[in-house]
């Protein structure tokens, strides 16, 4: 079971607008001059007023703890809380916010990294590049959108990162665009990639990676895979001491597992940020979320929105 996460009530000091309807927002504790270290690739949970949870991907400088730093892109089909963001926050509010948590480390490693965004996923990908230069380690950032004009953060990228290690990829601009087929057929020096955004463009650099070695590629989502829709079928959860857990079609496994007295702590319930994971000991799982790698997936479980077929024996 995950540890319980500290919660703090920062103020939001800025605010301003980005192209693309994102909004670039600054907290600072009100009391203290600095806030819990953080590293690239980490994200933050921000409590909204009606008690739901998102989680944000801290975009600022790694090196900065005096501010936290997020990016709010407008979904007007989201799930509402990108539109209380929009509408609600201004300077001087208060935001319940987690510690951060990382479950898109940037790894040790001296050799190479190349940094792939799609739109809004370009947040965890740039505080990457912060540090990537701080440490003087080779990388190379290709940022994908679909227009210059609606580009978030560009002006920041421009002005914080060596204009030598970026590639900027606009599907209005023929002359930028990158196949990304092309890019990842080939790999030298032994990258590591890392890549973000919206699930058409994950889809696509998991497909033209999928030759990469094992170990070699991670990625953040902000949303689930969609899937087929084929209707969810029961099935049973085995623990450690042998209790049979049955779960309905119309539950998930969180809360039949909740149900049975497991006490198994949650944020987003919707397969994107990890906290409900748990080791898998035995079974046939359907996975459904945007956090477990190919290799995880063999071991671990992600309760709030993934499946199994027959019976599934969970290290609970």
């Not at 939001?12 to 927002?25: F, M, Q, S």
């Not at 309760?303 to 969970?314: D, T």
Request: hydrophobic share 35%; aromatic share 6%.
């Amino acid at each position: 079971m995950a540890a319980p996460r500290i919660i703090m009530k920062l103020t939001v000091t800025a605010i301003r607008k980005e192209p693309g309807d994102v909004l670039v927002i600054d907290l600072k504790h009100p009391r203290k001059p600095l806030l819990p270290p953080f590293e690239p690739g980490s994200h933050v949970d921000v409590h909204l007023a009606d008690g739901k949870v998102r989680q944000y991907s801290l975009c600022g400088d790694p090196g900065d703890l005096s501010r936290y730093t997020i990016a709010v892109k407008f979904e007007q089909t989201g799930r509402g809380g990108s539109s209380w963001i929009h509408q609600t926050v201004c300077p001087g509010f208060t935001l319940p916010v987690s510690a951060p948590r990382n479950h898109f480390p940037l790894g040790k490693s001296g050799g190479p990294a190349l940094l792939l965004a799609g739109g809004i996923g370009i947040t965890p990908i740039l505080a990457m590049a912060r540090a990537l230069e701080r440490r003087g380690r080779r990388y190379e950032l290709h940022y994908f959108t679909r227009a210059r004009a609606l580009t978030p953060l560009l002006s920041e990228i421009q002005s914080a990162l060596d204009p030598a290690n970026v590639r900027l990829h606009f599907d209005d601009e023929p002359e930028t665009r990158q196949d990304l087929q092309t890019l990842l057929s080939t790999r030298s020096s032994d990258p590591q990639l890392y890549y973000c955004g919206p699930p058409g463009f994950r889809a696509a650099v998991d497909r033209a990676s999928a030759h990469w070695p094992a170990g070699t590629v991670h990625f953040e989502a902000f949303q689930p895979p969609e899937h087929d829709a084929a209707p969810p079928e029961p099935f049973t959860i085995t623990l450690r001491d042998g209790t049979s857990v049955p779960v309905a079609a119309d539950t998930t496994a969180l809360a039949a597992l909740r149900g049975a007295g497991v006490l198994l702590m949650a944020s987003c319930e919707n397969g994107v940020c990890g906290t409900c994971e748990c080791g898998m000991l035995e079974g046939q799982p359907i996975h459904r979320d945007a956090v477990l790698t190919r290799q995880a997936r063999d071991s671990r479980f992600i309760p709030c929105v993934s499946r199994a077929k027959g019976v599934l024996r969970l290290d609970l």
